[in-house]
């Protein structure tokens, strides 16, 4: 069965420095989401993304944040002055069609230091 | 209260028996879900019921959906060790490029 996948499991990083998040949705997906979970909270949403474009952000996604689906496969997150606040595990996310599942990769968990 | 809310925060029971956990939310949605995250993992899709549907059974998993409620509850029967994970439920309100809404989860725990 076709996953999501997401690059790298684990990064550490120091506070100031710019991460990219990776993600390689299911190749027939359509719209794209992703969303964070700081330990022990809940899963927060941050951006959604179809047809190329941001169609939904949160307050959470502010201007450090950016994402862009490049080459048609890969759908990145990048942030670009980390913060401590940052560090959470950073989910991607795929949707084939319109009021259906969400499939979920297994996360990257950003540290910050 | 927050959107999607799930109680109990935690729940404990013996292999065998059944699992109950409940999702109030708060405003209009086109659809609910059910996810499963085992611990550092990412999250498994297990059910979704649409606004329109009142009850929906995948496998050992049932699900209601009461909209004037406002609440769902996700129901394990026959339950296993390997159920043992956290349970969230989310809404969609919108049709097509739907944002999910996740409620703050049930530590589900079964005890062999």
């Known amino acids: 069965e076709p996953e999501v996948t997401q690059t790298p499991s684990h990064q550490v990083t120091q506070m100031g420095q710019e991460v990219i998040l990776r993600c390689v949705p299911i190749?027939?997906?359509?719209?794209f989401y992703w969303y964070r979970q700081i330990l022990g909270q809940k899963v927060e949403f941050l951006v959604s993304f179809y047809n190329n474009e941001i169609s939904e952000k949160s307050e959470i996604f502010d201007d450090q944040f950016s994402v862009e689906r490049p080459d048609g496969s890969n759908f990145t997150l990048k942030i670009r002055s980390t913060k401590l606040e940052d560090s959470a595990m950073y989910f991607c996310?795929?949707?084939?069609?319109?009021?259906?599942?969400?499939?979920f990769g297994n996360g990257t968990r950003l540290t910050v230091t | 209260s927050q959107q999607g809310e799930e109680d109990p925060q935690a729940l404990s029971i013996q292999e065998g028996e059944n699992a109950t956990m409940n999702c109030s939310y708060k405003t209009s949605i086109n659809n609910l879900q059910w996810y499963r995250q085992n611990s550092g993992r990412g999250l498994v899709h297990l059910i979704l019921?649409?606004?329109?549907?009142r009850e929906k059974h995948s496998g050992r998993l049932r699900v209601t959906l009461d909209t004037s409620k406002k609440s769902s509850s996700l129901l394990i029967t026959a339950s296993r060790a390997a159920d043992t994970a956290s349970y969230f439920c989310a809404t969609a309100f919108n049709f097509g490029n739907e944002k999910l809404t996740f409620g703050t989860g049930t530590r589900l725990t079964i005890i062999p």
């Open positions: 190749s027939n997906h359509l719209y």
């Open positions: 019921i649409r606004s329109n549907e």
């Open positions: 996310a795929g949707q084939g069609r319109a009021n259906s599942p969400l499939h």
